[in-house]
């Protein structure tokens, strides 16, 4: 795993759903992200539960990191997700791996784990590698 830069954990970090959703961005570098999010009221379904929309999120912020980490910016263009164990408190982690990538193509799986490390649910996502670069947004 590449070094992480600050300037764009800070940047990747600025997603303002996923503050919302008090969501934290731990680490990004090149193919790789890692974030957590505190279980609170607000992330609970009528079942008391973590809602999948939150755990959605929490997954798509470490693809979009993983992916954007490059320097190119990157857009999601497919992303899917199996639920495979509910969620009712403490914090869910989200680990983000590239799996592969291409000039217009990258690949990730992501991994959402509990307290425990019992799998609560996998991620894939497919991003579109645009020619602009992030160091553009960050002048």
């Given amino acids: 795993m590449k070094e992480t830069n600050t300037s764009l954990l800070k940047l990747l970090g600025n997603d303002h759903f996923s503050a919302y959703c008090k969501i934290e961005l731990l680490d990004a570098s ?17 079942f008391g539960t973590v809602h999948g929309g939150a755990i959605f999120t929490l997954a ?3 693809f979009g990191s993983a992916a954007n980490a490059h320097g ?11 639920y495979v164990k509910a969620a009712k408190k403490g914090y869910l982690t989200a680990e983000a791996k590239e799996v592969s990538i291409g000039y217009k193509l990258a690949t ?8 425990e490390n019992d799998l609560i649910a996998t991620f894939q996502g497919t991003a ?6 992030i160091e553009d947004l960050l002048a």
């Fill in 30 to 46: 090149p193919g790789y992200a890692k974030a957590r999010m505190l279980i609170s009221e607000e992330h609970l379904n009528g």
């Fill in 128 to 133: 579109y590698r645009k020619s602009e670069k």
């Fill in 108 to 115: 990730y799986t992501v991994t959402i784990t509990d307290d």
């Fill in 72 to 82: 190119r910016i990157a857009m999601a263009i497919n992303c899917s997700i199996a």
């Fill in 60 to 62: 798509d912020l470490v």
